[in-house]
């Protein structure tokens, strides 16, 4: 729900028939998907459906995020409850196409970099598994806070790029740019918002 009232915001039409899903984007706009697409609400499925017909039409770029690169290679958590109601042709095309999903993306002439945990300058326009593995999960410290999660690093703190970078992966009260960074993942699925930039 949060998804569809926050693309009709930006101008987008979503229209549902059975568990088809057509996307209208405004002329001249594109949304950029920075992942966990699943594991983040009660609609899993219903996201990977607009996102998927969103990137397919055109109309979208999606990048991978560690959820959705989890329900890749494993289709557990959460959302392997969510998919026992989809016919087995929909979880198939699912993995094939997220499977596809690229790490991250550089936009306009290079003044843009998505990514779903954020990037380092000197990986930009990059491919290693290193690089996706950052892109996906961030840099950890080694550490474990109080919950059992792994500590961050900080990466944004030292960032001096030339291209801003969009990201999501940890949630924050509010986006804030920080050195030319902006992390757009404001907590919705715990209580916070649907951020779009």
Not at 17 to 30: F, N, Q
Not at 74 to 85: M, N, P
Not at 157 to 183: F, M, Q
């Amino acid at each position: 729900d949060e998804l569809e009232t926050l693309l009709g915001v930006l101008g987008y039409t979503v229209t549902w028939s059975d568990k088809d899903v057509l996307v209208t984007a405004p002329e001249g706009r594109r949304a950029v998907f920075v992942g966990d697409l699943v594991d983040r609400g009660p609609r899993s499925p219903d996201v990977l459906r607009i996102a998927r017909h969103m990137v397919e039409a055109g109309a979208a770029l999606a990048v991978v995020g560690n959820h959705d690169d989890k329900l890749k290679r494993h289709l557990s958590g959460k959302t392997i409850e969510q998919l026992a109601h989809e016919p087995p042709e929909f979880v198939d095309g699912m993995r094939k196409w997220l499977d596809g999903l690229i790490s991250h993306y550089v936009l306009d002439e290079g003044k843009l970099v998505v990514a779903h945990a954020g990037l380092k300058e000197e990986m930009h326009g990059r491919a290693s598994g290193a690089i996706r593995s950052f892109a996906m999960y961030g840099e950890t410290t080694g550490e474990i806070d109080e919950f059992g999660l792994p500590v961050r690093w900080d990466w944004a703190s030292d960032y001096k790029g030339r291209a801003k970078v969009v990201y999501g992966h940890t949630p924050v009260l509010e986006a804030n740019w920080v050195n030319g960074t902006i992390c757009i993942d404001t907590g919705c699925v715990f209580g916070g918002k649907l951020t779009a930039l």
